[in-house]
T-cell receptor, first 113, second 112 residues
């Protein structure tokens, strides 16, 4: 039981490049989330999903797209990376909606030059 | 708007000292309250939570009580250990139940 895994762990991009971050969970959870963590700030929600085939915007969705084609996977895409997207990205999942516990992955550190 | 205010860190303590990390929130209605912990190089883990007023959450020697009248959820531990060194985040769920609103985090460093 691996829990929540994220790929890759680190990535450096140049401005304008695109990439996809993969989140996978093996706990059969319905809900999945993408957060970003910036220095001196708490985590902020980018997008979330309440089930396979569904996605919704969070607090800071601009510049990101997501897809949930399979229940166990939640992809976060950056179409044209900007330096402001330099951050640590965390994926989380939960069996039910809040206040159910969210289980977090180890994070992806992204640097955009 | 909705927000969480945590005491600024870093907090530096000696082993076996008493710990308090203050947390207050501004929210619509009566949210559920959480403390998450992030150990170095890892993702966040739920430490404890409380879902209604006067509830006390507890785990691993940590405690926090949901105080509706002061909109607070202060984290306490009677005797900290070196292994408690981590970043602690206070959070609550938004009114729609779709997102956690996090504080900025408080770094705790415990030395032996």
């Amino acid at each position: 039981n691996a829990g929540v895994t994220q790929t890759p762990k680190f990535r450096v991009l140049k401005t304008g490049q695109s990439m996809t971050l993969l989140c996978a969970q093996d706990m059969n959870h319905e809900y999945m989330y993408w957060y970003r963590q910036d220095p001196g700030m708490g985590l902020r929600l980018i997008h979330y999903s309440v089930g396979e085939g569904t996605t919704a915007k969070g607090e800071v969705p601009d510049g990101y797209n997501v897809s949930r084609l399979k229940k166990q996977n939640f992809l976060l895409g950056l179409e044209s990376a900007a330096p402001s997207q330099t951050s640590v990205y965390f994926c989380a999942s939960s069996p039910l909606s809040l206040p159910d516990t969210q289980y977090f992955g180890p994070g992806t550190r992204l640097t955009v030059l | 708007g909705d927000s969480v205010t945590q005491m600024e860190g870093p907090v530096t303590l000696s082993e076996e000292a008493f710990l308090t990390i203050n947390c207050t929130y501004t929210a619509t209605g009566y949210p559920s309250l959480f403390w998450y912990v992030q150990y170095p190089g890892e993702g966040l883990q739920l430490l404890l939570k409380a879902t209604k007023a006067d509830d006390k959450g507890s785990n691993k020697g940590f405690e926090a009580t949901y105080r509706k009248e002061t909109t607070s959820f202060h984290l306490e531990k009677g005797s900290v250990q070196v292994s408690d060194s981590a970043v602690y985040f206070c959070a609550f769920d938004n009114q729609a139940g779709t997102a956690l609103i996090f504080g900025k985090g408080t770094t705790l460093s415990v030395s032996s």
